[in-house]
């Protein structure tokens, strides 16, 4: 097959093809069965194909994503709040090209899959995509623009990809349904995308800008690429957390759900050289469940209001609902640069294009590595540190945390404010963890768990809960890549939810999660769950605590794999490089709480004054187990100590 992109009419008809037979499965397992080290699964450009716009390489069929240099003349350095290419520069949306993380990422995804990056690139770099670019999945062959990421050309051409859902309104003289054409198109060459997700974007092949307001006069518009007047549409679209659902729902098309007879489900390796059997993102892998956690949360069933207004900008005093409310906040702000004449005048519900989320660090290393040429990129210091401050409050927004004392033992609460699992998204190396410090009456720590040593990025995790998704492989797939089974941060073949602990929304039910393939798994949540409860037994000697819930965007384990495990290039040691410089994604503390605790008597398990029988049967009950009620000395595990501890102040 030629290594240029399938013009749409070649792509139509090999998506048509039918599929290979499941015996093709079979004999890979045969092929790859025998000999030692990782074997590299041979998938071709058919396993990558989905539907949605397709790359075309002729401008006069489609016409080229536009750098976003050029749309700061008019939207951005004015003096009125954010201007959004001001806040997009520094967002990872902005920077989604550049992002060492992913590269690191991307060079493993392609040693591990043939094209193995081809999914990554649609999502990180749109433009080179849809330009025919990423035929090999690397960005050997990206252009200036491409390094954009997600650009303001790119979302602004984005169409709803459910005909009369959201549909685009024209202006005065313009098509009154502009979706139309573009949709019948698609539909009629049987790739018009079927729901939302996996980056199967429909982009209007012609650069006209859609956005949500409708009052933006007709006759102030730039010129496209090909010097032609831009059309203005309205779209209501923009405002859809549907819209979002493009690259934040992430689906392996290589592999399969199959349904055991017990009703387990399993992921198995998709016949390989061939487009994925179903065509449904729900019949693959999850790698991502982000869209669906809010779909099947109270945010999308009417939405939440905070009596803080922590959320939502200017609409902050009623109903939180869509992605953007928490992560595009209304604010004032003006448009463009001419904000200050009319028609424009100044806006109260000017959309912030800062896309706050979860990730602290890339930025600033991002910037570092630019070195000289990060102020002709648009990333200021001023911008980078705004940016950073942003994130840090979005964490701190996403939760809340109470203490309780109940008898000897210490409850932490952690309650999920957020619309989506908390953490969510891109499961590689992110987490939260609670980290206790029990003090004595002199201020002395008495016992912590949950340490974190900053110099070697080590968290001690055998003692504190940690939340966070662990994928993996399993047998099959071990089987067939020659990599053992088990947690595994191979992202390209992860097929296996190992565990899952991430605290759910408002709204949960295990029935809908389910439903979306992002239940919790080997934890338990009861529906309509949105908090998490760990319990730390009270040392001897303690008078008081401090609980920190920490977030951390990338794990040491995980920076390291990118590095150790990649024989291709050396974006994993540039990597490594730049997470050192910018202090080892240093954990953000998003809550932290002090309690004081009421004196107790020793071994008074029950907390009902007296050391007694129940006391001793509570001791024995838990003997062997790490508790945690009888864990009196808080090593880890009922024993001896403890029942000496209840024997001494017996009858107190």
Known sequence: ???????????????????????????????????????????????????????????????????????????????????????????????????????????????????????????????????????????????FADFDGVNCNFCHRVVSPVPGENPAVGYPGDDPEPDTPILSALAKEGLLPAGFGNARYV?????????????????????????????????????????????????????????????????????????????????MFPEQRTYSEWAMSQFADGGVVYPDQRFGGNASSGAISTCQDCHMPDQVGGGCAFWEYPPFFERQDLPQHAFNGGNTWVMEAIRHALGDEAEFYG???ERVDQAKSRTVQSLRNASDMELSQEGSQLRVRVVNQSGHKLPTGYPEGRRMWLNVRFMNAKGGMVLEH???????????????????????????MATYTGLPAGKSFHLALNNKVISDNRIPPRGFTNEGFRS?????????????????????????????????????TSSREYIEFLRDANVTNTTGDDLHALWEWAGKSAPVDMDAVEITFEISIPGDINGDGIVDGIDLSIVLAEWGTPGPAADLDGDGIVGGPDLTIVLANWGS
């Not at 008809?13 to 069965?33: D, E, F, H, K, S």
């Not at 409860?533 to 009270?538: E, G, L, M, S």
């Open 1 to 143: 097959m030629s290594t240029e992109r399938s013009s749409v009419t070649n792509r139509l008809r090999i998506l048509l093809m039918p599929p290979l037979a499941a015996a093709a499965t079979v004999a890979l397992a045969g092929m790859l069965g025998g000999g030692g080290g990782q074997v590299k699964l041979p998938a071709s450009e058919l396993d990558f194909i989905q539907t949605g716009t397709q790359p075309e390489e002729d401008p006069f069929a489609f016409q080229p994503i536009v750098e976003s240099n050029s749309c700061t003349y008019c939207h951005s350095d004015y003096d009125i709040e954010d201007a959004p290419y001001d806040t997009w520069v520094v967002s990872l949306k902005g920077q989604s090209a550049r992002d060492p993380v992913w590269h690191a990422a991307l060079a493993i995804a392609n040693q591990d899959v043939n094209l193995g990056g081809e999914t990554c690139i649609r999502c990180h770099a749109p433009g080179a995509w849809l330009g025919g670019r990423s035929f090999d999945g690397t960005t050997d062959h990206f252009q």
């Open 516 to 552: 979306v393939q992002a239940e919790p798994v080997a934890y338990e949540y009861a529906d309509g769950q949105y908090w998490d409860d760990t319990y730390f037994a009270v040392p001897e000697g303690a008078t008081s605590a401090v609980v920190i819930l920490y977030y951390q």
């Open 450 to 476: 949950g340490a974190y040593d900053y110099e070697t990025a080590t968290l001690d995790t055998a003692d504190t809960k940690v939340y966070e998704a662990q994928h993996g492989l399993d047998q099959q």
């Open 203 to 283: 982009v209007d092949p012609v650069d006209a800008r859609r956005a949500p307001p409708d009052d933006v006069p007709d006759n102030l518009h730039g010129l496209d690429a090909l010097g032609e007047p831009v059309r203005l549409i309205s779209s209501p679209f923009h405002k859809s957390s549907e819209f979002c659902a493009t690259c934040h729902d992430v689906s392996n098309p290589l592999t399969m759900k199959q349904v055991d007879k017990k009703g387990g489900v399993h992921y198995a390796l998709a016949p390989l050289d061939a487009p994925h059997p179903t065509q449904n993102p729900r019949d």
């Open 379 to 381: 990333l200021t210091e």
